[in-house]
């Protein structure tokens, strides 16, 4: 299979930046009752507080939300230090840029239809979200790792752009298979931070876009950024994800706005509405998409199983395992796997100051 030059030189390099229930006819039949029910949810006092602010009127929001992060920013920094990392590495330019990108993210959280006790009861469900969505995803788009994904893609393309010769046309597949003929090479690659549908779901977590003068574009390494148990079903994302670039014209992809002007003359003419915090959302036409045949280099980014669930910081720059994987559920395909080796431990103490959570 080809792909991107994944050398052990490169490898380490990635290792040392990535830092680091007949109740009534015996006793006993009751007590087997008593312990086949559910047990009863606990409300802590914190989850009661983030309830009433999703589910609050406009005129009492303003109150609660003051009032239940009142001690973010120092929290925040707080859990920073002892985790040994900047709010750089997340992407952020200052404490209390990341503190309102948290702030915004955890009141957008959906109550609809929900009791108290149901809201409750899926806080351990919504504190994986947090860390995987936003805390671990974050982490590697803009911390240490990024680097690598960067030069992998900058391979990958130029891997590609090595078989585009002057005056002779090479083969690529759109996304449904049927093939597109690349007469230009193409230049330099940006990275996409976010990937979505018109309608507003995402398609893919990260990567790198490249343009040639004809206005063809590609993915060099499409990227999903997943926690262990949410990586088993990444093969069906991956295929999702392509027929999703057949079922829509246009996908709706994020990049810093000094990228966008990085892209070259095939870039110009799109639509790009400017954001926050100076990022730039593209309308890129699907049609114009292509893949190399030969390896579509598709990667997974997830952190190692074992270093996952050990009790540490990210002070020492952890293993980066590479793997390959292949699947045959959805359509047949080979993807990579990239193993980092950080320890879930400097992010739950993230979300335990995000949330106000104390031990």
């Keep these: 299979m080809s792909g991107p030059l994944l050398t052990k030189s490169k490898l380490a390099a990635a290792a040392a930046s990535t830092l680091k229930p007949l109740e009534d006819e015996l006793p006993e039949a009751k007590n087997a009752l008593a312990q086949m029910q559910p047990e009863p949810v606990t409300v802590t006092s914190r989850a009661k507080q983030l309830y009433r602010i999703l589910v609050a009127s406009a005129s009492e929001r303003a109150y609660l939300v003051a009032s239940f992060f009142k001690d973010l920013v120092p929290n925040v920094k707080v859990a920073l230090l002892a985790a040994k990392l900047s709010y750089r590495a997340f992407g952020f330019k200052s404490l209390e840029e990341m503190c309102e990108y ?32 936003i805390l671990f995803e974050r982490f590697i788009k803009f911390g240490p790792v990024r680097q690598f994904l960067d030069e992998t893609a900058r391979d990958a393309l130029g891997v590609l ?52 003068k004809d206005g063809q574009w590609l993915l060099p390494t499409p990227t999903e950024i997943k926690l262990p148990s949410a990586s088993k079903g990444v ?5 999702d994800f392509m027929r ?14 000094q990228d966008f002007k990085q892209l070259g003359p ?14 730039v959302q593209l ?47 959805y359509e047949s395909f080979n993807f990579w796997t990239l193993d980092v080796d950080v320890s879930r431990t400097p992010f739950e103490t993230l979300y335990k100051a995000v949330f106000g959570i104390k031990d």
């Design 244 to 257: 999703r670039m057949l079922e829509n014209k246009v996908v709706l992809v994020t990049i810093d706005a």
């Design 161 to 212: 752009n090595e078989r585009i010769q002057p005056g002779k046309a090479v083969r690529m597949v759109r996304a449904d298979g049927s093939g597109m003929l690349v007469r230009e090479r193409f230049g330099p690659a940006a990275a996409g931070l976010e990937f979505h549908t018109p309608d507003g779901r995402q398609s893919l977590d990260f990567g790198h876009i490249a343009f040639n």
């Design 235 to 239: 093969a069906r994302q991956f295929a």
């Design 102 to 133: 948290l702030k915004n993210r955890l009141t957008a959280i959906s109550a609809e239809d929900r009791t108290l006790e149901q809201f409750a009861n899926g806080m351990r469900g919504r504190k994986w979200w947090f860390i995987g969505t």
């Design 266 to 279: 095939g870039a110009q003419g799109l639509k790009a509405a400017p954001l926050e915090g100076g990022l």
């Design 283 to 329: 309308e890129l036409p699907t049609d114009k998409l292509v893949f190399d045949p030969l390896a579509r280099n598709q990667m997974v980014v997830r952190p190692g199983r074992r270093a996952w669930g050990e009790v540490k910081d990210l002070e020492k720059g952890p293993d980066v395992d590479i793997g390959v994987s292949a699947t045959t559920k």
